[in-house]
């Protein structure tokens, strides 16, 4: 734990994000942005962990994340996604999608884009719950059940998906250029392809049983059919898309909520979620066959994988250990990365070794050497 550092920031905070660094240059990410929640007057705030050198405003401890600048913004921040590098999309409570410009070289926020009430019902606003960019593209969902899709350089709303979903949408991500994975209050993960003029899901998976609310869901970086989902009870869901409509393992992840889930983008065999339960942890699987030998032994997995057999018939050498559903043939290794706390993890974003999360404690937490 000796490489976090905690930074009390007075606000509670319901989303981070590292601002994107360039595949060219193999360099850690130095700038992340938060946004606020329930608090009387939100904001966005950008932060660097970058070196300091002017000492007059670096009165904190060494690796402390140093305030850059911050804008207030207008509803609980309910989701935040950098359209760009001096650009960021942040999802409203008030059902407002806004695009903010980061001015790096003054320090300074401005409003670029903004598109009031985006969501809303007939006669108030409906929150909205998730964004996502391929710039110069934005998607967002909403607690109204509506997909709109939106592009920076245009004033309109591109397409809107009106009754995209009965119930409320609680994220999404792309799965390609032109297709979109969402989840529901209700269990269930659709998928919409945009080349299709029609309004319905290309395909809908879901939860056997209860139907419990899924709050999260990210797409493995290489392989887009590997899909990992966070539900309300605290279970970690890992589905592949191209087989049959049920996901291929659940693990007990949490005793709450979980509200995010984050492969590695660069080693996706680590994986990292966050809790209500005030737990962040890190998950690395690896196949038998990989591991050193004196791992093989020994109860080293504090958690255990309730997986279905994996689908038959996938002749790919490329199988994720994330699919193999035969447990014996994987192990997860989970590790906590934060001292123990009561209140809730509600985001994390890792890139690189850095990870930082933000919680209701009103602090945001830094690791700089991730294990990965």
């Known amino acids: 734990m000796e490489s976090i550092n905690a930074k009390y920031v ?17 360099q850690q990410p130095d700038i992340f942005a938060t946004g606020s929640w329930d608090n009387e007057d939100n904001k966005i705030s950008f932060w660097s962990i970058g070196s300091h ?42 059902g407002a999608v806004t695009i903010f410009r980061h001015h790096q070289n003054s320090q300074t926020i401005s ?58 949408i609680h994220a999404v991500t792309y799965l390609r250029t032109t297709e979109i994975l969402t989840v529901n209050s209700i269990g269930q993960l659709k998928m919409w392809d945009f080349r299709q003029q029609s309004n319905s899901p290309s395909q809908i998976l879901s939860l056997s049983g209860d139907r419990v609310p899924l709050h999260c869901v990210d797409k493995h970086p ?30 007990e992840a949490h005793s709450a909520e979980l509200w995010e889930v984050r492969f590695h983008p660069t080693n996706p065999d680590h994986l990292f979620t966050c809790s209500e339960d005030g737990s962040l942890l890190h998950w690395e699987t690896t196949s038998q066959s990989e591991m050193p030998s004196f791992l093989q032994g020994g109860r080293n997995s504090s958690m255990i994988s309730r997986s279905a057999m994996a689908p038959a018939g996938g002749n790919s050498s490329l199988i994720s250990t994330w699919l193999s559903g035969d447990s014996s043939k994987r192990r997860l290794e989970t590790t906590h990365m934060l001292p123990s706390q009561t209140l809730s993890v509600n985001s994390l974003d890792v890139l690189g070794q850095c990870l930082v999360c933000g919680t209701d404690g009103e ?6 050497q991730v294990p990965v």
């Open 53 to 94: 050198t002017n000492s007059a405003v670096d009165d904190g401890f060494e690796g402390d994340p140093l305030l850059l600048c911050e804008n207030k913004h207008v509803g609980d921040v309910l989701d935040l996604q950098f359209l760009d590098q001096d650009k960021i999309v942040t999802a409203s409570s008030t």
């Open 10 to 26: 007075s606000q509670k905070v319901s989303k981070t994000r590292w601002r994107p660094v360039s595949h060219s240059h193999l």
């Open 111 to 168: 409003v670029s884009h903004h598109w009031e009430r985006a969501h809303h019902y007939p006669c108030d606003n409906a929150p909205c719950t998730g964004v996502v960019c391929s710039s110069p593209e934005i998607v967002s969902v909403g607690e109204d059940g509506r997909i709109i899709i939106f592009r920076a350089d245009q004033e309109g709303v591109i397409r809107v998906i009106e009754n995209a979903d009965s119930s409320t």
């Open 363 to 368: 602090a945001i937490f830094v690791n700089r």
């Open 222 to 251: 290489n392989q887009q059919h590997i899909v990992t989902t966070g539900g309300q009870d605290g279970m970690l869901c890992v589905w592949d898309v191209r087989q049959g409509n049920a996901p291929i393992s659940l693990m």
